[in-house]
Nanobody, 113 residues
Framework: QVQLVESGGGSVQAGGSLRVSCTAS????????MGWFRQAPGKEREVVAY???????YYADSVNGRFNISRDNAKNTVYLQMNSLKPEDTAMYYC???????WGQGTQVTVSS
């Protein structure tokens, strides 16, 4: 069973930057497309961004222009560079395959005002 392990979350002040990473234990067909999702307390999980071999890169409107998703296929790793962070970006961030069949355990991102 493929495992996804996130790292890099933390706390930052508004306007700051963080990068979260997600490494897959192995490459499979599903890991050809990877995405980042987030869930804030009391809210539904939402897609933040995704990147795939055969799909255009997608960003949610709320993060477009501030976040950047990238992949290092040699390392089976997907990154989410988050810039100009806002308090409303505070959430648990999860990586997952685009088909949502495999999920990481999540990493907390907290942005203070």
């Amino acid at each position: 069973q493929v495992q996804l392990v996130e790292s890099g979350g933390g706390s930052v002040q508004a306007g700051g930057s963080l990068r979260v990473s997600c490494t897959a234990s192995e490459h499979t067909y599903s890991t050809n497309c990877m995405g980042w999702f987030r869930q804030a307390p009391g809210k539904e999980r939402e897609v933040v961004a995704y990147s795939g071999d055969t799909l255009p890169t997608y960003y949610a409107d709320s993060v477009n222009g501030r976040f950047n998703i990238s992949r290092d296929n040699a390392k089976n790793t997907v990154y989410l560079q988050m810039n100009s962070l806002k308090p409303e970006d505070t959430a648990m961030y999860y990586c997952a395959t685009c088909d949502r069949s495999i999920w990481g355990q999540g990493t907390q991102v907290t942005v203070s005002s």
